[in-house]
């Protein structure tokens, strides 16, 4: 443990890292450590019990989500977005289906383009940020993007179908998407630290997401004021380690949902990595991920059942995950 701890602090001290980093092997904790500050002007330091937003890494609480409303026959993987959006956004596809949307295969224009050529911490978004409260106000910033491809066609990792997923279930359910999250992810899992913050009223325990390695400023005019689908939750590191544990476990949806939900559907070979039902996958291991990328917030998550190995790194800067990830992955490697 000494020298995996002393490597990780070097990667840590030479890249300005801040956030949190934690390696369990086979049910022990190898590493669990806190760098920089939550709040820099304050001079708040980042402890293991602070919540950081994690962007994408929401898609596999969204998935989740959607698949045990399915479970209870709320909705189907056949399920059309139209027969749930009715008027609303006209250019999604009449035979998207949830299934298409879980997979990254529905076609449909993407109101936050990940081919396009724009920086991170570009503003993107159609509507002003302290108006995207709710699911439904995504509405505005989702219309107008043409079809890219027929549904089903190929792999294009697509944000807004995300956001499409989310409205789809807070209309079937009828209960606000924030919620369904809490009851049929976090509640079961066990992770009390985990719910979707407005950005404009943190709590004390939650890390501000700062723009670059150094400097004040804030992604506060960058992001929703309130995640929805594709992005926007806050958790804990250790509610992230016990997410997995209750998925594996069968106590979010039954093992047979989670066998496939984390099996191949799509490869990526841009990515060097395979896509599933929510959940990204290794192009030959068994390992399942999550990972989160946005104006400051990254965040990286592996779980590799064969190994009994799972690791995180979340950092409260645009950039500051990548580096100690790939670190990690070589120390974990052998």
């Given amino acids: 443990m000494g020298e995996l701890a002393a490597a990780v602090d070097e990667a840590a001290q030479d890249h300005g890292f801040s956030g949190v980093v934690r390696i369990d092997r086979r049910g022990e904790t190898r590493l669990a450590r806190a760098y920089g ?4 002007a304050l001079v708040v330091p ?19 989500t959607v698949m045990s409303l399915v479970e209870d026959g709320v909705l189907s993987l056949d399920t059309t977005a139209r027969s749930l959006l009715g008027d609303d956004l006209p250019l999604v596809g009449d035979d998207v289906t949830v299934e298409d949307l879980l997979a990254h295969r529905s076609g449909i224009g993407d109101y936050f383009d990940e081919d396009a050529d ?21 509405v505005q910033v989702l219309d107008g993007f043409p079809t ?25 359910a009828g209960t606000p998407f924030p919620d369904l999250v809490t009851e049929r992810v976090c509640e079961p899992a066990g992770m009390s630290a985990t719910t979707f913050l407005r950005s404009d009223e943190l709590p004390g325990d939650a890390a501000l997401g700062y723009l670059r390695r150094d400097g004040l400023r804030t992604n506060v005019l960058h992001l929703p004021v309130r995640g929805s689908g594709d992005g926007g939750v806050y958790t804990a590191i250790g509610d992230v380690h016990g997410f997995w544990e209750a998925l594996f476990a069968g106590r979010i949806v039954p093992s047979e949902r989670v066998a496939q939900m984390t099996a191949p559907v799509s490869d990526d070979p841009g990515e060097g990595r395979r896509y599933g039902l929510g959940f990204w996958l290794d192009a030959t291991g068994d390992a399942v991920m999550l990972e989160g990328y946005d104006a400051g917030v990254s965040f990286h998550t592996r779980h590799d059942r064969a190994a009994g190995l799972t690791w995180t790194v979340i950092a409260n800067w645009s950039d500051g995950a990548w580096p100690i990830a790939r670190r990690i992955r070589e120390l974990t490697a052998t």
């Fill in 46 to 64: 980042n402890t293991l019990g602070t919540r950081f937003g994690i962007a994408s890494g929401v898609k596999g609480f969204t998935a989740l």
């Fill in 37 to 40: 500050h939550a709040n820099r």
């Fill in 118 to 138: 724009l920086d991170i911490t570009d503003h993107v978004l159609a509507a002003p940020v302290h108006l995207l409260a709710d699911t439904e106000d995504y």
């Fill in 148 to 172: 890219k491809f027929p549904a089903g066609e190929r792999f294009s990792y697509c944000n807004g179908g995300y956001v499409v997923l989310a409205l789809l279930a807070q209309r079937a």
